[in-house]
């Protein structure tokens, strides 16, 4: 039987920050969320039962945020999630040949991970930089003016991340 998820002693502290810093106990929960990614690595059901029973929110609640909110690390998503703007700008300088390339290369479609377990691909709406279109998110980091050989690039340097133990 997997272990419930608890926050450590630092967590907690962090979180108690945060409950002091937000007029309200809901308000706090984007941040919570981001901990609670933190510290236990994905938002798996039983993270998002965890932080609900925390906050005193029901689980709908939180499970709504966390599948609203594409930046959030859900359970079964790749070591390297790969994040594609599908947004008119990004669209109109070639976000979708940029998705076609990553499907092509890893094999997977929107809304899938690689077996390997890698990489998982989404199309996701406004990225905030619409003036370096087409472009994607990577975990945290962003990747803009995308040619077709900067993807073929980048699959390449989390392949060899990966197999160096970098992490992503």
């Not at 967590?11 to 002091?20: C, E, P």
């Amino acid at each position: 039987m997997a272990q419930t998820p608890s926050f450590s002693r630092e967590a907690m502290k962090q979180y108690k920050w945060f409950l002091s810093r937000y007029p309200t106990r809901r308000a706090a929960l984007l941040p919570t969320l981001r901990l609670a990614e933190q510290q236990f690595g994905e938002l798996g059901v039983a993270e998002m039962r965890y932080v609900a029973d925390l906050m005193k929110i029901s689980p709908a609640a939180v499970f709504g945020v966390v599948t609203f909110y594409t930046h959030y690390r859900r359970a079964g998503t790749g070591k390297f999630h790969l994040q594609v703007c599908s947004t008119l700008s990004c669209a109109l300088r070639g976000s979708e040949d940029v998705v076609t390339r990553i499907s092509e290369r890893l094999g997977i479609s929107p809304g899938e991970t690689s077996e390997c377990g890698l990489f998982s691909l989404s199309k996701v709406e406004c990225l905030g930089s619409c003036d370096t279109a087409p472009m994607l998110q990577c975990n945290d980091d962003y990747h803009e003016g995308l040619t077709l050989e900067d993807v073929d690039q980048l699959i390449e340097q989390l392949r060899s991340e990966a197999s160096q133990g970098v992490n992503g």
